[in-house]
């Protein structure tokens, strides 16, 4: 009696922990295509994001120059790339102001780091948030 019981005690055992792992793992056919799928999804998406936004991102420039003449300003412009190669300085317009702003910095620390240098031939600049391209390959 207490074999028989011992028995049938085994074979549930058995039979509760093979449906326990069968139940608890996916076959990895199953989990690789839907991990692929998940990637898939993932890339069209930040495409999608790119083409809405042309590409650009959410960071900082510095502000070296606004103000109504646009001599003075393009002068800036040419005496801040004489000086600094490493930044590309980008020229706007918002009525009535011409702004000259440089870089393309992805987080603040970039362009504190880039400000202190700038900051000796330009005192005035500043760090602002700005829309910024992505770096060309």
């Known amino acids: 009696m207490y074999f028989c019981l011992v028995n049938k005690v085994l074979v549930f ?10 139940f608890g793992q ?10 692929e799928l ?6 069209d998406k930040k495409a999608s994001y790119n083409r809405l936004n042309n590409g650009e991102y959410d960071g900082f420039r510095i502000k070296i120059h606004f103000g109504v003449d646009r001599v003075k300003a393009r002068e800036v412009k040419s005496k801040f ?12 317009y918002d009525q009535p102001n011409f702004i000259i702003v440089v870089g393309d ?9 880039a400000l202190k240098k700038v900051q000796a031939e330009f005192p005035n600049s500043f760090i602002i948030k700005s829309k910024i391209r992505p770096m060309k390959v």
Do not use: H, M
């Open 105 to 113: 910095f992805r987080t603040k620390l970039e362009a504190f780091e």
């Open 26 to 35: 996916e076959t990895p056919d199953n989990g690789q295509a839907q991990t």
């Open 38 to 43: 998940k990637v898939k999804q993932l890339i």
């Open 81 to 92: 790339a004489a000086k600094f190669n490493d930044y590309t300085p980008y020229e706007d």
């Open 13 to 22: 055992t058995y039979f509760l922990l093979v449906s326990l792992i069968s």
